[in-house]
């Protein structure tokens, strides 16, 4: 199975400021077609997940453009330019590539400082 | 709008079976393939099972151990979850989930199984 690890854990940011969170996999995301099947998810609290990010970098319709995702390979990041409060809850990796299991990262809380 | 409402859970024995159901409108349902997720309270999300567009393709996570079966029905834009055999691990909320672009495109509120005596 691919392990997924996130870091931090938590995360604590005044409002406005910047926010990074790292996703990395046991093995290599890329899958035969090309395609890197790696998605960030939040889950604000008492809410269900919703997707932000959807093949390591394209933004989910909706999702304001502070929200960013990079990386390749192995090692991802989900950045967020300016922090807002709606932004708090809990943010996850999942891999698609490898499957099954598809697998999540532990998760990150986020909150404001 | 999308929307995917869950329902089925409740409070079940050791040993007991639940058979949990989704519901999805506003979505090309029978153009994806589904999953149910599901979340130990205050813990992370697990995946669980995926069924192909066609439903002819099902696949389980390793901890359902034969216990589980998903079904679809895409002229009822339905999916649903066989649960036999739950054991207090099971205990979660479990979600359905679409797969446009992969998993988790959208989610439905969840519907809570909770394995007790």
């Known amino acids: 199975d691919v392990v997924m690890t996130q870091s931090p854990l938590s995360l604590s940011v005044p409002l406005g400021q910047a926010a990074s969170i790292s996703c990395r996999s046991s093995q290599s995301l890329v899958h035969r077609t090309g395609n890197t099947f790696l998605n960030w998810f939040l889950q604000r609290p008492g809410q269900s997940p919703r997707r932000l990010i959807h093949?390591?970098?394209i933004r989910e319709s909706g999702v304001p453009d502070r929200f960013s995702g990079s990386g390749s390979g192995s090692d991802f990041t989900l950045n967020i330019s300016r922090v807002e409060a709606e932004d708090v809850g809990v943010y996850y990796c999942m891999q698609g590539t490898h499957w099954p299991p598809y697998t999540f990262g532990q998760g990150t809380k986020l909150d404001i400082k | 709008e999308v929307q995917m409402v869950e329902s089925g859970g409740g409070l079940v024995q050791p040993g007991g079976s639940l058979r949990l159901s989704c519901v999805a409108s506003?979505?090309?349902?029978?153009?994806?393939?589904m999953h149910w997720v599901r979340q130990v309270p205050g813990k992370g999300l697990e995946w669980v099972s995926r069924i192909s567009d066609d439903g002819r393709s099902a696949t389980y996570a390793n901890f359902v151990k034969g216990r589980f079966t998903i079904s679809r029905d895409n002229a009822k834009n339905t999916v649903d979850l066989q649960m036999n055999s739950l054991e207090s691990e099971d205990t979660a909320v479990y979600y359905c989930?679409?797969?446009?672009?992969?998993?988790?495109?959208?989610w439905g509120p969840g519907t809570t199984v909770t394995v007790s005596s």
């Open positions: 989930t679409g797969d446009a672009n992969s998993l988790g495109d959208a």
């Open positions: 093949l390591s970098f």
């Open positions: 506003g979505y090309n349902f029978n153009i994806y393939p």
